[in-house]
T-cell receptor, first 115, second 113 residues
Framework: DAMVIQNPRYQVTQFGKPVTLSCSQTLNHNVMYWYQQKSSQAPKLLFHYYDKDFNNEADTPDNFQSRRPNTSFCFLDIRSPGLGDAAMYLC??????????????FGPGTRLLVL | GENVEQHPSTLSVQEGDSAVIKCTYSDSASNYFPWYKQELGKRPQLIIDIRSNVGEKKDQRIAVTLNKTAKHFSLHITETQPEDSAVYFCAASTSESWGKLQFGAGTQVVVTP
């Protein structure tokens, strides 16, 4: 079941202290996504990578950055976390095929708490 | 951009009864419609999906129907069980949107024994 792995599962950080969340996948999928999910809300897409091409959603704050050093790994960097950034962060992957895309597979998520 | 509306926001059913959740979408180019189940504190898990070239798909107690003309799709759960209790999200995407999923707001389903 460990196809999309996120570490850590729980992260506590201080207000304004940079934090990095990580995602890795064993599926060899070329597309990776980062979502933010707050309590009782749907996941909200922050950005995605198509191979190494980075695509930012228009309403994603500049405070959020991402890196994808290789196919397997993707990182979410929050430069100066605010109290409003406390949420579950979900990584997802999919594969581009000739006939379209496969289903998105979600990782278990990292729950971020900002003190 | 795409807008997906989902109803109802909460649904309480007796064990053994059926549950129906409905979603509408705005972008006529949307061609992929997955449904995810999310239990408290866990990841969204795909339970069924349908593509625009199909009108209905069934997997055991779960079925999804799609009406492209009316731009709505529905999830049907029959013979509900307590373990069906969760939040269910519908979503829509187009082949031109990099697989970006536009989610509905979610439906909290509670199955009471």
């Amino acid at each position: 079941d460990a196809m999309v792995i996120q570490n850590p599962r729980y992260q506590v950080t201080q207000f304004g202290k940079p934090v990095t969340l990580s995602c890795s996948q064993t599926l060899n999928h070329n597309v990776m996504y980062w979502y933010q999910q707050k309590s009782s809300q749907a996941p909200k897409l922050l950005f995605h990578y198509y191979d190494k091409d980075f695509n930012n959603e228009a309403d994603t704050p500049d405070n959020f950055q991402s890196r994808r050093p290789n196919t397997s790994f993707c990182f979410l960097d929050i430069r100066s976390p605010g109290l409003g950034d406390a949420a579950m962060y979900l990584c997802a992957t999919t594969r581009e095929l000739a006939g379209g895309r496969e289903t998105q597979y979600f990782g278990p998520g990292t729950r971020l708490l900002v003190l | 951009g795409e807008n997906v509306e989902q109803h109802p926001s909460t649904l309480s059913v007796q064990e053994g009864d059926s549950a129906v959740i409905k979603c509408t979408y705005s972008d006529s180019a949307s061609n992929y419609f997955p449904w995810y189940k999310q239990e408290l504190g866990k990841r969204p898990q795909l339970i069924i999906d349908i593509r625009s070239n199909v009108g209905e798909k069934k997997d055991q107690r779960i079925a999804v129907t799609l009406n492209k003309t009316a731009k709505h799709f529905s999830l049907h759960i029959t013979e509900t069980q307590p373990e069906d209790s969760a939040v269910y999200f519908c979503a829509a995407s187009t082949s031109e949107s990099w697989g970006k999923l536009q989610f509905g707001a979610g439906t909290q389903v509670v199955v009471t024994p």
